[in-house]
């Protein structure tokens, strides 16, 4: 009878404790200028033909998720190359890491040096992946060129240098 009424009054105080925890106000996420620029692209982003008009072709999803403190990137949505990547702060720097179709996670690091229409992702290490031989993507650059439309621009390496028939560009139109 004792450890019932033992069991019932830690069962009521962890409730009461996870209760109280759930009124606490949430943690403000960090503010970071490029992250901020990322959770600025929140939406659909369609494929831009070559006049620049947006065509049907869903190229990315991004999301702003965990409190504010991560955004998610779904690259050809539903498809078979689909791909992720999460941006986030990792001791101040905005860093992505990429869940590629190659099976690799590259992470990246944004270069502090990039122009303010840009943000220049560097390779900083990844899963899967031995740098000196498999292929990986090692760069990418993010252009806004206004809030409706973007570039991005990717550099695949294989062998320990550029591979120049994979990833390249796209020009992205988000979708209304």
């Given at each position: 009878?004792?450890?019932?009424?033992?069991?019932?009054?830690?069962?009521?105080?962890?409730?009461g404790?996870?209760?109280?925890?759930a009124?606490?106000?949430?943690?403000t996420?960090?503010?970071h200028?490029?992250?901020?620029?990322?959770?600025?692209?929140?939406?659909?982003?369609?494929?831009?033909?070559?006049?620049?008009?947006?065509?049907?072709k869903?190229?990315?999803?991004?999301?702003?998720t965990?409190?504010g403190?991560a955004?998610?990137?779904?690259l050809?949505?539903?498809?078979?190359?689909?791909?992720a990547?999460?941006?986030?702060?990792?001791?101040?720097?905005?860093?992505?890491?990429?869940?590629?179709?190659?099976?690799?996670?590259?992470?990246?690091?944004a270069?502090?040096?990039?122009?303010?229409n840009q943000?220049?992702?560097?390779?900083?290490?990844?899963?899967?992946?031995?740098?000196?031989?498999?292929?990986?993507m090692h760069?990418?650059?993010?252009?806004?060129?206004?809030?409706?439309?973007?570039?991005?621009t990717?550099?695949?390496?294989?062998?320990?240098k550029?591979a120049?028939d994979?990833c390249?560009?796209m020009k992205?139109?988000?979708?209304?």
């Amino acid at each position: 009878m004792m450890q019932r009424i033992l069991t019932c009054g830690l069962l009521f105080i962890a409730l009461g404790t996870s209760a109280r925890a759930a009124d606490a106000p949430a943690k403000t996420a960090p503010v970071h200028p490029g992250l901020e620029k990322i959770k600025a692209l929140a939406g659909t982003w369609v494929e831009a033909d070559k006049d620049g008009k947006p065509t049907d072709k869903v190229v990315s999803v991004i999301k702003v998720t965990a409190g504010g403190s991560a955004v998610t990137e779904t690259l050809f949505p539903g498809q078979q190359q689909e791909m992720a990547s999460v941006y986030h702060l990792d001791k101040g720097d905005l860093v992505m890491t990429h869940y590629c179709v190659l099976g690799n996670q590259p992470r990246m690091k944004a270069d502090p040096k990039s122009p303010s229409n840009q943000i220049k992702f560097l390779f900083a290490g990844g899963t899967n992946l031995d740098p000196a031989k498999d292929m990986h993507m090692h760069e990418a650059t993010l252009t806004f060129i206004d809030a409706d439309h973007i570039e991005i621009t990717g550099v695949a390496w294989v062998n320990g240098k550029p591979a120049d028939d994979h990833c390249g560009g796209m020009k992205l139109v988000r979708k209304k």
